[in-house]
């Protein structure tokens, strides 16, 4: 089944604990991205990679590091995370947008509380 | 900058009733217009898009408007029913490769 994984799901912690959102795609897509879902803010983009070590900042990337080492992982990583961040996260991935965009693909999202 | 404007924020309409939802947008390079629904603690999934070569695209009862020189696009859904009740998203495919996504609307479908 074609899917767009994330984990985990929910997580409550504290001011300053680093910890990491995983995101991994089945699809073979190129393009991959992160967003923030905030209520009244719609769906706000943290950071996308278009391919394997191309990554590159969204609208809201302060706070936040990505990496793309493999071409179906995009890991969210929050070094030193603040209340300000306590959000709904969503990983999407699409095919190749420069041939023509496509459907995003959403992952289930991750609710995370910072307090 | 890149944004899109979306109206109305909450909209109520009777069974059986259209809807119909807004999207304005600012770059004139966008060549692709979906639009997204989100039920309620679920994930945003594609209901249907329009690229900038057509003008119009219908699914049963939705539909999409694309005016580009206005930029403006729209959803319309007709013959409206209690599972059309979620939240809407406009979005565009931007110049320097992003997705821009509308603030949403609210569509509640009162029975």
């Known amino acids: 089944e074609a899917q767009v994984t994330q984990n985990p799901r929910y997580l409550i912690t504290v001011t300053g604990k680093k910890l990491t959102v995983t995101c991994s795609q089945n699809?073979?897509?190129?393009?991959m991205s992160w967003y923030r879902q905030d209520p009244g803010l719609g769906l706000r983009q943290i950071y996308y990679s278009m391919n394997v070590e191309v990554t590159d900042k969204g609208d809201v990337p302060e706070g936040y590091k990505v990496s793309r080492k493999e071409k179906r992982n995009f890991p969210l990583i929050l070094e030193s995370p603040s209340p300000n961040q306590t959000s709904l996260y969503f990983c999407?991935?699409?095919?190749?947008?420069?041939?023509?965009?496509?459907?995003?693909?959403f992952g289930e999202g991750s609710r995370l509380t910072v307090l | 900058g890149e944004n899109v404007e979306q109206h109305p924020s909450t909209l109520s309409v009777q069974e059986g009733d259209s809807a119909v939802i807004k999207c304005t947008y600012s770059d004139s390079a966008s060549n692709y217009f979906p639009w997204y629904k989100q039920e309620l603690g679920k994930r945003p999934q594609l209901i249907i898009d329009i690229r900038s070569n057509v003008g119009e695209k219908k699914d049963q009862r939705i539909a999409v408007t694309l005016n580009k020189t206005a930029k403006h696009f729209s959803l319309h859904i007709t013959e409206t029913q209690p599972e059309d009740s979620a939240v809407y998203f406009c979005a565009y495919w931007s110049g320097t490769y992003k997705y821009i996504f509308g603030t949403g609307t609210r569509l509640k479908v009162l029975a």
């Open positions: 699809m073979n897509h190129e393009y």
């Open positions: 999407a991935s699409s095919l190749t947008p420069g041939q023509g965009a496509g459907e995003l693909f």
